[in-house]
């Protein structure tokens, strides 16, 4: 919007020239989603806490220190990041770029599966919210729309294939099996946030990391310049999801500030399933699925600890870890909740970098 108003009067006043580069309107995307989550965190905390008397419904099967501690905590305080990333983005972002609106409705609705798991979690007090297979049914047909959406939009010579890190020449055309693939990237990515959002704190940082690193990858991808000396795919559009990720970073940060130990509110199913569902499709737009596997390795660990958990103990009885998630694996060996929660971002810390350095080592 702002882009809009100041190319209009850009004959006038030369100085609003500054609002036509995606690098400050990414950073002013940053700022404006942190202030309006301080801003209105509170409000927001207080009208959830109104409606949750008794908080989110808190595991059995969980850690004791759980039960005690995060008892009447509310939940669904992923509304607060929706609500920022929403505001920040329709503020800065080019509305013309049609990326844009894709990754709003992704992030809307996932959110709104989250939601109504969330309600229902409330509505039922008990940890489990609506069935799992319905909610991948509806997250099936939700990421076939969107991927949809994104191939259409892209330049048919590449909608369909996928880059490998360190090769420069690999790239593979899946054809219609690419939707496939695509479906999988958005659920998984989705979930995988899920599993991991067990701790304060913990999910929302390294989902900070991820989306500063696709803001950084985005744009290149988007510069003819950037990415021929990158020699990784020239998407033209792309740069504009710098601005989005900026939305994203800036609604993290303000939200961490009151999901920071002891967490005041936790972001529920209505952010987890948003951010990751976003991320996802930010990646497929980018067309660097696999480097959010490897920047967001984190998530995917989790992920394949409560699979290797559920397989191994169906088929043997017995259990690999102590607890799955991952984290919870490590809370019930007698680490801190601020130990695991701090090396966890380390190690997230650490497979940006490789991610990263993918796009040089080519």
Known sequence: ???????????????????????FRAGASILTGLFFSLIFGNYIINKLSNVQPTGQP??????????????????????????????STIIWADLQNIFIWILLSTILIFGSIGFADDYSKIKSNTSKGIS?????????????????????????????????????????????????????????????????????????VPVMIVAMSF????????????????????????????????????????????????????????????????????????????LLAIIGGLFVLETLSVVIQVFIFKMTGKRVFLMAPLHHHFEKKGWPE????????IITIVLALIGLATLRIR
């Open 132 to 204: 799992s297979k319905i909610r991948i049914i509806f997250q099936i047909i939700f990421s076939f729309f969107i991927t949809y959406l994104i191939l259409i939009n892209l330049d048919p010579s590449i909608s369909k294939s996928m880059t490998f890190p360190f090769f420069k020449n690999l790239i593979i055309d899946f054809g219609i099996f690419y939707f496939l693939i695509s479906i999988f990237i958005i659920i998984g990515s989705a979930n995988a946030v899920n599993l991991t959002d067990g701790l304060d704190g913990l999910a929302i």
């Open 58 to 87: 808190i595991r059995d099967d969980g850690p004791e220190s759980h039960i005690i501690a995060k008892k009447g905590t509310p939940t669904m305080g992923g509304l607060l990041i929706i609500l920022s990333v929403f505001v």
């Open 215 to 290: 803001a950084f990858i985005a744009y290149v991808s988007g510069n003819i310049v950037f990415s021929n000396y990158l020699l990784i795919q020239y998407i033209p559009g792309t740069g504009e999801l710098a601005v989005f990720c900026g939305s994203l970073i800036g609604a993290a940060l303000g939200f961490l500030w009151f999901n920071a130990p002891p967490a005041k509110v936790f972001m529920g199913d209505t952010g987890s399933l948003a951010l990751g569902g976003s991320l996802g499709s930010v990646a497929i737009i980018c067309k660097h699925e696999i």
């Open 338 to 345: 601020s130990t695991i929660v701090i090396r966890f971002w």
């Open 1 to 23: 919007m702002i882009k809009y108003l100041a190319f209009e009067y850009q004959s006038l006043f030369s100085f609003l020239n500054i609002f036509s580069y995606i690098t």
